[in-house]
T-cell receptor, first 115, second 111 residues
Framework: ETGVTQTPRHLVMGMTNKKSLKCEQHLGHNAMYWYKQSAKKPLELMFVYNFKEQTENNSVPSRFSPECPNSSHLFLHLHTLQPEDSALYLC??????????????FGEGSRLTVL | SQQGEEDPQALSIQEGENATMNCSYKTSINNLQWYRQNSGRGLVHLILIRSNEREKHSGRLRVTLDTSKKSSSLLITASRAADTASYFCATRGQAGTALIFGKGTTLSVSS
């Protein structure tokens, strides 16, 4: 138990569906992240939120839409996805103190399959 | 990009042997971190080494950092079957930038 909970753990959706991934951290951290992990590729940073404000958007297609309503919750809204978007989506949190040394605490991931 | 690159991509050893994984990166860093991932699970932080440190230990783990060569190594001593996992290095640049991960080394330890 890392203190970061992701739901659902598995999701199958068609290309025309709209779904959301949810992440909740119970660690009191001030930063949250979405990473995408595809087979044979490095983890790709998608979005970063510091104190609920988005600080990085790593050229992610608009069919992925993040939402951070408070410092404990992070959502990834999905719509009109492509089969190549099938991957493990990992949420993480960290406590950033300005010197940039925070370690990341990851959830177990949401395995997404787009048909 | 300051992305780390691990070497080798895959490593198979027997229980009791030592496992060494290497990581190279491209730009100056604030710190370098190593993570472990069991198949299909989330990543777990193992150890962090700052740019002004050269070596760090944690249990059976030993990490070295050579900033002049932009490289790091992770040594797991007396490996166990339970060490079977993927291992990733991740680098962080200036304060405020997010961690960037390499492709990882897949370690298989057989009993």
């Amino acid at each position: 138990e890392t203190g970061v909970t992701q739901t659902p753990r598995h999701l199958v959706m068609g290309m025309t569906n709209k779904k959301s991934l949810k992440c909740e951290q119970h660690l009191g951290h001030n930063a949250m992240y979405w990473y995408k992990q595809s087979a044979k590729k490095p983890l790709e940073l998608m979005f970063v939120y510091n104190f609920k404000e988005q600080t990085e958007n790593n050229s992610v297609p608009s069919r992925f839409s993040p939402e951070c309503p408070n410092s404990s919750h992070l959502f990834l809204h999905l719509h009109t996805l492509q089969p190549e978007d099938s991957a493990l989506y990992l949420c993480a949190s960290s406590q950033e103190r300005g010197e940039g040394t925070g370690e990341l605490f990851f959830g177990e991931g949401s395995r997404l399959t787009v048909l | 990009s300051q992305q780390g690159e691990e070497d080798p991509q895959a490593l198979s050893i027997q229980e009791g042997e030592n496992a060494t994984m290497n990581c190279s990166y491209k730009t100056s860093i604030n710190n370098l971190q190593w993570y472990r991932q069991n198949s299909g699970r989330g990543l777990v932080h193992l150890i962090l080494i700052r740019s002004n440190e050269r070596e760090k230990h944690s249990g059976r783990l030993r990490v070295t950092l050579d900033t002049s060569k932009k490289s790091s190594s992770l040594l797991i001593t007396a490996s166990r079957a339970a060490d079977t996992a993927s291992y990733f290095c991740a680098t962080r640049g200036q304060a405020g930038t997010a961690l960037i991960f390499g492709k990882g080394t897949t370690l298989s330890v057989s009993s």
